[in-house]
């Protein structure tokens, strides 16, 4: 009898259903809220004269990947292009994915500094014969994440893809690693809805408003590199800008970049204008 009882006491023990531990890394704590995300994009957008001046969407992910925040700049969730809600939140994992600081730096290998690339950067490296040629087919984008509803809350606070992994590989302009007090990298922000060159102005203009640009040189934190400053003409108040530097391929195809890191211009195309990326501390 009391083996009996034992056996169905463990049946019963082996028949509960696990504990569901939630990453711990879903730290969103020193990243902007929703409304502070929101009020950057709004303004940006107002701020932004180039492309087609259309209300767009912006996403914040935090190291680790996990969607921290969401929002639209419109009346609603249709005053914009509904596919550039995932398209935002691709560009913001691809930023925060392909971005680096000083902690890369260890065993003699590394970067001392970081590295800063933007979406824009890829764009020419991801072509056929690119050195990055493929990288735009590797981490798939989570779609039962980036797709399941209630669809009346996206762009909200409680927008269903806050606190999951979104992943995806976007390399057009709109997409900027974030970085916080001591050129440390805390995440990505990404920004669609206009042309890619737009989105890019407007990406930056909302990592300025959220003071999440400290990438510039100050007392013994060297400034974060990227290809607009490594190369001519050498722009080290915006590291990972935009570089339109394309010309014709005499063989056809998407053309040659000087330096491999070039975008194509886009319609209305505005360069320059942007504010200098803010020193580390």
Known sequence: MKSTIKFSLLLAILLLPLPVFADNDNDCKDLPSHGALKAALDSAVAAETSGLDFHMWATVVNRDGIVCAIAFSGTDRGAQWPGSRVISAQKASTANSFNLDKSSASAGSGAPAGLALST????????????????????????????????????????????????????FGGGLGLYAVGATIVGGVGVSGDTSCADHNIAWRV???????????????????GPASIFPPFDVAHPDNIIFDIVPNPAGGTGNSAFGFGHPTCLNTVAGGLPAVRPAQ
């Open 207 to 225: 990592r300025n408003l959220l003071k999440l640009d400290r990438m510039a040189a100050a007392g013994p934190i060297p400034a974060v590199p």
């Open 120 to 171: 824009a950067n890829l764009y020419s490296a991801v072509q056929p014969g690119g050195s990055l040629f493929g990288l735009q087919e590797s981490n798939p984008v989570a779609t039962a994440e980036a797709y399941k509803g209630p669809s009346e809350n996206f762009g909200q606070s409680n927008d269903p893809l806050v606190g999951e992994k979104v992943g995806g590989v976007n390399v």
